[in-house]
């Protein structure tokens, strides 16, 4: 699929961002079609996934903490169900808050090709306002 990135700035310092981009309770708040999760350890979780599609079955989805540098850098990667997704952010202190620049490479394969590929951006963007309530 691509390749998609942005910036973000947090009211927050970075080591706060940073806690809450890697909590799933925060990031399976932030998919509108997360049915559950499962926090396995601190780096690996899992959700079960309900696509928006008609007659679409339920997928388990499988996160994972590649890279843990507090606060200024981690890499996460999601996969199951057709979706593979690597995402990284790197935080720096800007002022009192945390500007933030965000990386997502994903590939979708079968059933989510087919429906979701417009959906990517929107829901980095969804994660992201789910850390700012958060916060």
Known sequence: MGVVAGERRFAAPPERVFALLTDPDVVASAMPAVRSHSVIDADHWHAKVKPPLPFAPSLTI?????DRRPP?????HAHGGGADVTSTFDLSADGEGTLMHWRSEIK????????LEGVAERQAELTLDAVERAL
């Open 62 to 66: 499988r996160f994972e903490v590649l």
């Open 72 to 76: 200024e850098h981690a890499a996460l």
């Open 108 to 115: 979708l394969s079968g059933l989510l090709s087919r429906g």
